[in-house]
């Protein structure tokens, strides 16, 4: 018995679901195809329009004579029309005459009609079906912030390196493309990756402290717990006094610094003066009385107004400066970097060494300075898209690209710098991020955004995602949280989600033709595994441990 003796019926029509009745199931299919849940059907009412739908799931149905009926259902995706796929089931005509399995050139149809070939950014295939490609909107899908979602091991490092390689790979005629990413490496991961990248570490960092904002200032130097006027107070003068002193241009623009002004001061200028105002005297307006032999007519000092009230600032300034961890925000290098050179650095736009990709390792960063660090980066790098954007608007106000070098921002692991915490150790991370997922796109800066715990991370952030690519998700909190945030049509595809294999994800978004369970193509290079091979090595003969050279290391950061 062959195909066109098999009879499949559509017996009901819901809006979410369509319900097949097939006398043989075996025969119910294309050449070597089987069908499982996650095949494609198309259900025809007519000749040129075409429902395509999903099955969701399979029921046996005895009948009276006690031969079996297969029941379908199926969730209805969309309509083929003159060769195009469009989203959504309502346009079919009652009743449907005839159903079948969808060939992979039907498949095809519906990942590729809707996308010109120019537009197509492809880093995947359908997992029931590898040999169809499941291309993206290139244009939709970075112009809108990305979540990669997934318990550790689903893929995300591998997905979040292929997409980056798939990127910035497109050279076509150009030695170097105009493709733009930076990435925060929290695990040392993506410089095997990629190895020709624009590399920054720990050790190669420099941050100058002066480039930070106000507030990013205050974090960081002074201890915001305690919430101490003073201590605020002498800072913020010092640090005003001392850019000023350090000013070499006009006396108008000298006028204008203030607290956020991106110069250059010198951090022990504010060291010295807090430490005087600690420990000044000043003239009371009396003077000594004659009845005092020594000092008889001398002015009578007292303790100015902050003395003694400083000592904890000056401690902890004096401790941070003599921080040897800090050296790439606070040492001499950090003193005599340029703002400009500073931008190039993470930009990639070092003179000779431009590059498509900057990896910041930030696995040598101090926990205790890291949302400040991943703080000013982000920042500086949103800042000099909206500095960017006003340059090109004044230059020509017709102007309707703002930015045509724009960024991608890749942060691993974001739970860490923008958790849903308010901790104020997350502060000032959590605040650049926040604000460049509020406005990044106006000023051409995208983020894409890996996590394990996605229900920890701040909702103001990734409410403002647009495509997202989930993983496999165990935790049933991050699922349920997931679940929220995915829509609503997506019909039982969700709850594979804590079944996925590695590489395979849930991608759903604007960019896609609709939401699909897809493989991640392996990367070329793929970044540093973390897996340690614990079996293999145990195996293997003791092996000894230079503890006296790890100990060095200990004592050298
Ligand atoms: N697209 C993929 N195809 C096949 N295997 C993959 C794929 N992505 C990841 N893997 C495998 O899964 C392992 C874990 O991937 P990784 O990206 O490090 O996960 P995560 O970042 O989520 O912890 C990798 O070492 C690799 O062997
Ligand atoms: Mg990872």
């Not at 017709?398 to 710098?417: C, F, G, M, R, S």
Request: charged residues 25%.
């Amino acid at each position: 018995m062959g195909m066109s003796d098999v009879k499949a019926e559509v017996v009901a029509v819901f809006p979410n679901k369509v319900k097949i009745v097939v006398d043989d199931l075996e025969n119910f299919r294309i050449a070597e195809e089987s069908l499982r849940v996650g095949s494609y059907l198309k259900i025809a009412d007519n000749e040129n329009a075409v429902l395509v739908a999903i099955i969701e799931n399979f029921q046996i149905q005895a009948r009276d004579d006690g031969s079996q009926d297969y029941v379908i259902e199926a969730f209805p995706l969309g309509i083929l029309r003159d060769q195009k796929f469009e989203r959504g089931g309502d346009a079919l005509a009652i009743p449907p005459k005839t159903v079948q399995p969808a060939t992979i050139g039907d498949i095809r149809l519906i990942y590729g009609s809707s996308l010109p070939v120019k537009d197509r950014f492809c880093f995947s295939r359908l997992a029931t079906n590898k040999e169809v490609e499941v291309p993206v909107d290139g244009n939709k899908f970075f112009n809108k912030h990305i979540a990669v979602v997934g318990s550790t091991g689903s893929g995300k490092s591998h997905t979040v390196a292929k997409i980056v390689q798939k990127a910035v790979g497109a050279t076509g005629e150009y030695t170097l493309n105009n493709s733009h990413v930076i990435i925060f490496d929290i695990h040392s991961e993506y410089r095997a990756a990629f190895p020709e990248a624009n590399f920054i570490d720990s050790a190669s960092l420099i941050l100058p402290y002066w480039m930070l904002n106000g507030e990013e200032l205050e974090e960081f130097f002074l201890d915001t717990e305690a919430n101490d006027h003073n201590q605020r107070n002498v800072f913020k003068d010092a640090v005003i006094q001392s850019r000023k002193a350090h000013f070499t241009g006009g006396e108008g623009d000298k006028n204008r610094i203030h607290l956020d002004t991106p110069l250059p001061f010198d951090i022990r200028d504010v060291l010295d003066h807090a430490n005087f105002r600690n420990t000044e005297m000043v003239d009371s307006g009396e003077v000594y009385a004659a009845s005092n032999k020594e000092k008889a007519g001398q002015p009578k000092l007292t303790q100015g107004s902050l003395y003694g009230r400083l000592t904890n600032f000056v401690n902890r300034l004096e401790s941070k400066i003599n921080d040897r961890r800090l050296d790439f925000f606070l040492g001499e290098k950090s003193k005599s970097i340029s703002f400009e050179e500073t931008l190039r650095s993470i930009l990639g736009y070092s003179t000779g060494k431009q590059q498509n990709v900057t990896v910041i390792d930030l696995s040598g960063v101090p926990f205790e300075v890291l949302s400040i660090t991943v703080s000013l980066i982000s920042r500086l790098i949103f800042e000099h898209g909206y500095f960017y954007k006003r340059l090109r608007c004044a230059a020509d106000p017709q102007e309707k690209i703002n930015n045509d070098a724009p960024i991608l921002l890749v942060y691993e692991e974001a739970h860490k710098y923008v958790p849903n915490s308010e901790l104020s150790k997350f502060r000032a991370s959590k605040m650049s991020i926040e604000r460049i997922a509020k406005e990044g796109r106006k000023y051409g800066v995208t983020l894409l955004l890996a996590s394990q715990r996605p229900s920890e991370i701040s909702e103001t952030i990734f409410s403002q995602c647009n495509n997202f690519i989930a993983m496999r998700l165990t935790n049933p909190v991050d699922q349920g949280y997931v679940r929220k945030l995915l829509p609503d049509s997506l019909g039982t595809l969700i709850d594979k989600m804590p079944a996925f294999k590695q590489g395979e994800a849930l991608l759903v978004g604007e960019s896609i033709a609709l939401p699909s369970v897809v493989q991640i193509e392996v990367c070329a290079v793929a970044p540093a595994s973390t897996d340690i091979p614990y079996w293999d090595l145990w195996q293997q003969q003791w092996k000894e441990l230079a503890i006296d050279k790890i100990r060095d290391e200990w004592l050298r950061q």
